[in-house]
Structure formats: structure tokens, C-alpha cells
């Protein structure tokens, strides 16, 4: 832990050596908070029960740690005789969780914090996201890869040519309904677009698929997560047809941003009239997400539409988001 302080310095911010941070979304995070205040901030794990053995108001520190310049001063003088009290706790983390509350001080929780303790695919986790920033990652390397035909490191890279465009609009979700074909379509942006070939009530499409396997394997506790999930289909072809993002591009004149998502195509047969397999290629636009303080503290979904388009024989469907009417709701239309 340091010892000196700066009038410069706001924030004191931890992760692990396979954290990653997204800088802008870093900093607009902390910005809702007066850093002159005392303010522990993170989030727990996603797994109930490794909050149960670390502790459901701890920050782990593989999502990230920030620490206010404030409390970091006080908790410099103090740390080291405070941790000689807790050599039987687990990681750095643990031990500054500790000395948190001998200070009295409560965890700050952010969803945008990713300690990310699954294993195998992430989809189901990366296309239900948080309505706030993301602002970490963690063990990429104990995961797939997020794109298809991709290295760990590629792929993260591909996913970062998305965040320089729109960082703080990453793995956002909006959600529209296809009255005509009675399609769900639901768009993390700058990752992957899922049709579903049928209407799902807004609550059951944000609810996060079951992709992915735990950390570790002890039963019981170690399959129960801190939120919502939903199973998947064991034939994937009755699952959502996904489109993974292909290249994102913004427009110098109106500053529009369109990212373009191209399917997986899975060996499925299909309706060709009414399945959304036989679409090939989703376009999105949108413009750059850049709210203000007000809405960083009360963030809301925004909305999109399926823009009329009678080019490539109906294999390219488009899709505008854009800010929801102050009195609109997101649901299916009759």
C-alpha cells in the first residue's frame, strides 16, 4: 500500500495481472462519486458461492478495487498493522475487505466490475449485461474465446475495436419485437446480435442464459449465481440464432456508428420464409452513448427499431437504437 499522498490523485484503482480495464467507462464510473468521501468500490463474484466464502460485500479483486483518495490516506497509515491481524485470509483482497470494516466502511457495488468466476462459453453473460458501464473483465484466459474462429487475445482485440468507437455503449442491451415474423431480437452492442424465433416478455429475455460452467465444481452452492438465469436449449438449433459483431464504423458527417454482425451458422434446417436463420447479416445503427452525471446514477435501456429494408433479398436485416421516449415501454406489440 503507498504512503504518500496527492492532491492530484482522486482514485486508487487494483486489479489483477489478467484484469482488464476500460479506461473511459474507469472513469466515468467513479465520476458519479466525491472522492473526498470515504468509498470502497467493486463488486462480488457471480457465484453464490464464492461470495459465501470470501464474503458478499467484498470487492473481488480480480473485477477491480477503487479506493478514494481519502480513505486510501487513512487506510495507508493503518494497513500494515491490519493486515498482520488476518495471515489465515486469502489474497490481497480479502485483507483490504478486512481493514474496511475495522474502518467501518461498506462496499460500494458496481455492476460494471467483472470478477467473471465461470469457465467455457460467456455468451449468456456477455449479452445480458448491466444497463451501467462496463468497466472490467477478468480470466479471459480460463474462458473461450468471445468470437468464433478466435484466439483469447484476438478476440479481445476485436472486441476493443468496438470500445474505441462507443466505450461506454459495450455489451449495452436493447431489446425490439418483429410483429411480422414474431421474432425477439435483442443486440449487445459491439458483440453479438440473438434472434429468437419467438416473442419473450422483456424480463425473460434479459435474464442470463446458461452458457457457461462454474468455477469450480462442488455442487449445491457452486450452481446457484447472483442473478437471474434461464436454460438453454440442448439442440442449438432451437436456440436464439446469434450473430457475432464483424466491424464497427462511424460516419464523420452525422456521427452515426454502424456496427455490423454476421451468423454463426449452425448445420440447421429451416423455415426460409418465417426462421431468422435466413438472415445473413445484421446492421445497427446508433450514435455515440455519452450521458451525463445524472444518467450515469439512473441509467435506462435505450430502445431500438427494425428499419424498413428490401435489399439482399431480405438477408440483411437493420436495427437503429436510439434514446426511448419519456413515456415509452419496451414490449411486445400485438
Given at each position: 500500500m503507498f504512503n504518500t499522498s496527492s492532491e492530484e490523485v482522486r482514485w486508487y484503482v487494483f486489479g489483477d495481472d489478467d484484469t482488464i480495464f476500460i479506461p473511459e467507462n474507469l472513469v466515468r464510473t467513479l465520476s458519479k462519486y466525491d472522492h473526498t468521501s470515504w468509498y470502497y468500490i467493486g463488486a462480488s463474484s457471480e457465484i453464490y458461492y464464492q461470495n459465501s466464502l470470501f464474503g458478499h460485500d467484498m470487492a473481488f479483486g480480480g473485477g477491480g478495487i477503487a479506493i478514494s483518495s481519502s480513505l486510501a490516506n487513512v487506510l495507508a497509515k493503518v494497513f500494515d498493522s491490519c493486515i498482520e491481524r488476518y495471515p489465515h485470509l486469502y489474497g490481497g483482497d480479502s485483507?483490504?475487505?478486512?481493514?474496511?470494516?475495522?474502518?467501518?466502511?461498506?462496499?460500494?457495488?458496481?455492476?460494471?466490475?467483472?470478477?467473471?468466476?465461470?469457465?467455457?462459453?460467456?455468451?449468456?453473460?456477455?449479452?445480458?449485461?448491466?444497463?451501467?458501464?462496463?468497466?472490467?473483465?477478468?480470466?479471459m484466459a480460463h474462458i473461450d474465446p468471445i468470437f468464433p474462429n478466435s484466439t483469447?487475445?484476438?478476440?479481445?482485440?476485436?472486441?476493443?475495436?468496438?470500445?474505441?468507437?462507443?466505450?461506454?455503449?459495450?455489451?449495452?442491451?436493447?431489446?425490439?419485437?418483429?410483429?411480422?415474423?414474431?421474432?425477439t431480437i435483442s443486440v449487445s452492442w459491439g458483440y453479438a446480435v440473438q434472434i429468437e424465433s419467438r416473442h419473450l416478455f422483456l424480463g425473460d429475455v434479459l435474464r442470463t442464459q446458461k452458457t457457461f460452467r462454474t468455477w469450480i465444481n462442488?455442487?449445491?452452492?457452486?450452481?446457484?449465481?447472483?442473478?437471474?438465469?434461464?436454460?438453454?436449449?440442448?439442440?442449438?438449433c432451437q436456440r436464439p440464432v446469434t450473430f457475432f459483431m464483424e466491424h464497427v464504423s462511424s460516419s464523420p458527417g452525422d456521427g452515426t456508428i454502424?456496427?455490423?454482425?454476421?451468423?454463426?451458422?449452425?448445420?440447421?434446417?429451416?423455415?426460409?420464409?418465417?426462421?431468422?436463420?435466413?438472415?445473413?447479416?445484421?446492421?445497427?445503427?446508433?450514435?455515440?452513448?455519452?450521458?451525463?452525471?445524472?444518467?450515469?446514477?439512473a441509467p435506462r435501456r435505450q430502445c431500438c427499431d427494425i428499419l424498413p429494408t428490401s435489399s439482399n433479398?431480405?438477408?440483411?436485416?437493420?436495427?437503429?437504437?436510439?434514446?426511448?421516449?419519456?413515456?415509452?415501454?419496451?414490449?411486445?406489440?400485438?
Open positions: 485483507r483490504v475487505h478486512a481493514c474496511m470494516l475495522e474502518l467501518g466502511v461498506g462496499l460500494s457495488h458496481e455492476p460494471g466490475f467483472h470478477q467473471f468466476d465461470v469457465r467455457g462459453n460467456a455468451l449468456g453473460i456477455l449479452t445480458s449485461h448491466s444497463t451501467r458501464p462496463l468497466v472490467s473483465l477478468h480470466h483469447t487475445f484476438s478476440a479481445v482485440s476485436h472486441l476493443f475495436s468496438a470500445v474505441e468507437l462507443d466505450p461506454l455503449r459495450i455489451f449495452q442491451v436493447s431489446v425490439c419485437y418483429d410483429c411480422w415474423h414474431s421474432w462442488y455442487g449445491g452452492l457452486a450452481r446457484v449465481y447472483t442473478f437471474n438465469t434461464r436454460d438453454v436449449h440442448p439442440d442449438p454502424k456496427s455490423v454482425y454476421k451468423q454463426a451458422y449452425q448445420n440447421c434446417t429451416y423455415d426460409p420464409i418465417s426462421s431468422p436463420r435466413k438472415i445473413e447479416e445484421v446492421r445497427v445503427f446508433s450514435t455515440r452513448l455519452d450521458p451525463d452525471i445524472r444518467q450515469l446514477k433479398g431480405g438477408k440483411v436485416l437493420e436495427i437503429r437504437i436510439r434514446e426511448c421516449k419519456e413515456d415509452e415501454f419496451i414490449y411486445i406489440h400485438p
